[in-house]
């Protein structure tokens, strides 16, 4: 009795320690298990690892861009045979030149480029230097410039600018859009192309009323700006880098010529199928 008793004790003991036996390798299996169920999910984690969320861009907008181009191939609009790339005096000393750009450009505000054209070639035949137009008297300069817009403000805006070129910038201009603005007359816009042109510099988007006009109608934009330089913002936040050199003269030509301000002629245009504005004229 004691004996069965005793043996069954043992077994018992023995059931009980195998159950233990048992718990502990279940236990050691299940840590075992969910450590090597963490490696494959970690190893694909690491070696496909989750990508950001995409930068915002409008649709079709590389369809609209080529069409654009294509419109654009013949160079024919007034902004590539009387922009300002064609104002200023190629032979000149590279200051010189500088100095013509920079002055092109405070005479394109607002001003046909047919105007500025005639104005910029009137002030060449005089010998157009830094020096030239601080001797020059402000009657003298205005009849020279009429009839760029606003030209009596630029008058006083060319020879206060002048005259601080000549004492700060020993007759060149500045090399950043960070100075260019503070000159008077000078906005980003001007800015942006000067350093474009003149410094062959990459600064920024060049938006004028053109570019401005046309991205929103486009939809090139998350929502509607209302001026030039938050349309500039808002474009150099998803336009890859490599296109702002060209995007100014595109659409200033195609604004010129087919996306005009009143009465576009959105029955010639390539996009007029994939632009969202064409069906409201």
Not at 207 to 229: A, F, G, Q, S
Request: proline share 6%; aromatic share 6%.
């Amino acid at each position: 009795m004691c004996a069965a008793a005793h043996g069954g004790g043992g077994r018992a003991a023995r059931r009980v320690g195998a159950a233990t036996a048992g718990s502990r390798v279940r236990s050691a299996a299940l840590r075992y298990s969910k450590r090597t169920r963490k490696v494959p999910i970690a190893y694909e984690a690491e070696a496909k690892p989750e990508s950001p969320n995409p930068k915002w861009e409008p649709e079709n907008w590389r369809q609209q861009l080529e069409n654009i181009r294509e419109m654009r191939r013949h160079r024919d609009a007034p902004v590539d045979e009387m922009g300002v790339e064609k104002c200023y005096d190629t032979s000149a000393p590279p200051q010189v030149m500088r100095y013509q750009v920079l002055l092109s450009l405070m005479l394109s505000s607002q001003t046909k480029d047919q105007v500025t054209s005639a104005a910029m070639l009137r002030l060449r035949q005089r010998g157009l230097t830094v020096d030239s137009i601080l001797q020059m008297d402000d009657a003298t300069l205005g009849q020279i410039i009429y009839p760029v817009g606003f030209w009596r403000n630029k008058v006083k805006y060319i020879k206060q600018t002048t005259a601080i070129l000549k004492q700060d910038y020993g007759g060149d201009i500045p090399s950043t859009v960070e100075e260019l603005v503070k000159l008077p007359g000078v906005g980003p816009k001007m800015a942006h192309l000067a350093m474009n042109i003149a410094w062959n510099s990459v600064s920024g988007i060049a938006v004028d009323t053109h570019v401005h006009r046309i991205t929103n109608r486009l939809k090139w934009v998350k929502k509607e700006t209302k001026y030039p330089e938050e349309t500039r913002v808002a474009l150099e936040d998803w336009l890859p880098r490599d296109l702002w050199r060209e995007i100014n003269w595109l659409l200033v030509g195609f604004g010129q010529q087919t996306c005009l301000p009143v009465n576009p002629r959105c029955k010639e245009c390539l996009n007029q199928d994939i632009c969202p504005s064409a069906k409201r004229f």
